[in-house]
C-alpha cells in the first residue's frame, strides 16, 4: 500500500485559516469513512485531532475540522494560533483491513 | 485514564530480531472493539504503521513488513508484545504503541486515541 499524499509544507499568519489535504484513492479514503488526522509536536507523540473523517475526539478544538470529497481528505485549521505549528498527518483505513499514513505537512505559522 | 508505554532494547545489530513490549493500563484488551497498534517513525521522517492487534485476538499487519513481524498480546499482563525479524539500519526509528478504538466490522474506526511516548531503537553494528 503506498502512503496517503499530503503536501509537504503549508503555512499561514495568526488568525487564518488553513486546509491541509491528503490524497488516496478508492481502495482507501474514497472507500471508507475512517479518515484519522494527527498532530505531533517536534520531539512529542502524535495526538488525534480527527476521526471518522469529521469528528472531534473530547477537548479538541473546535477551530479543528475535517472533510472529504472523492479520495482526498481534508484538514481545516481556522483562527490559527502560533500553538498550532506542527507537523500533521492523515490515516486511513484500506481495503486490505490495515491502516496508511500520509506522509505528513509540516505547518508553519508565520 | 488510558496510559500505554514501549520498552526494549536501544540498540540492535543487523539481522538481529527486534522485540518490543506495550504496557498499559486503564482499559482491557478483551473489550470489543479494542485493539493496540505499532507504528513507527524514523528520525525526520513520517509515520508507518506497523501492526494492530483486537480483542478478539484478529491481528493486521502492514504488507510491506508483514513477514518481518510477528503481534501477540497478553491480557493478563496489560501487554502487546511486537517482534521484528532481520533488523537493518533503516528500521532505525521511534517506536509507538497506542491504543486503537474501533472495528469495521463494528461500524466505527477511531483509530489510535491515545499513544506512548515511544522507544527510539538504533540499528548499528
Known amino acids: 500500500q503506498s502512503a496517503l499524499t499530503q503536501p509537504a509544507s503549508v503555512s499561514g499568519s495568526p488568525g487564518q485559516s488553513i486546509t491541509i489535504s491528503c490524497t488516496g484513492t478508492?481502495?482507501?479514503?474514497?472507500?471508507?469513512?475512517?479518515v484519522s488526522w494527527y498532530q505531533q509536536h517536534p520531539g512529542k507523540a502524535p495526538k488525534l485531532m480527527i476521526y471518522?473523517?469529521?469528528n472531534r475526539p473530547s477537548g479538541v478544538s473546535n477551530r479543528f475540522s475535517g472533510s472529504k470529497s472523492g479520495n482526498t481528505a481534508s484538514l481545516t485549521i481556522s483562527g490559527l494560533q502560533a500553538d498550532d505549528e506542527a507537523d500533521y498527518y492523515c490515516?486511513?483505513?484500506?481495503?486490505?483491513?490495515?491502516?496508511?499514513f500520509g506522509g505528513g505537512t509540516k505547518l508553519t505559522v508565520l | 485514564q488510558i496510559t500505554l508505554k514501549e520498552s526494549g532494547p536501544t540498540l540492535v545489530k543487523p539481522t538481529q530480531t527486534l522485540t518490543l513490549t506495550c504496557t498499559f493500563s486503564?482499559?482491557?484488551?478483551?473489550?470489543?472493539?479494542?485493539?493496540v497498534a505499532w507504528i513507527r517513525q524514523p528520525p525526520g521522517k513520517a509515520l508507518e504503521w506497523l501492526a494492530l492487534i483486537y480483542w478478539d485476538d484478529d491481528k493486521r499487519y502492514s504488507p510491506s513488513l508483514k513477514s518481518r513481524l510477528t503481534i501477540t498480546k497478553d491480557t493478563s499482563k496489560n501487554q502487546v508484545v511486537l517482534t521484528m525479524t532481520n533488523m537493518d539500519p533503516v528500521d532505525t526509528a521511534t517506536y509507538y504503541c497506542?491504543?486503537?478504538?474501533?472495528?469495521?466490522?463494528?461500524?466505527?474506526?477511531?483509530?489510535?486515541?491515545?499513544w506512548g511516548l515511544g522507544t527510539t531503537v538504533t540499528v548499528s553494528s
Open positions: 478508492s481502495s482507501d479514503v474514497g472507500g471508507y469513512n475512517y
Open positions: 497506542a491504543h486503537h478504538r474501533g472495528n469495521v466490522d463494528l461500524d466505527y474506526f477511531y483509530g489510535m486515541d491515545v
Open positions: 471518522e473523517v469529521t
Open positions: 490515516s486511513s483505513y484500506t481495503s486490505k483491513s490495515t491502516v496508511v
Open positions: 486503564g482499559f482491557s484488551l478483551t473489550t470489543r472493539g479494542v485493539g
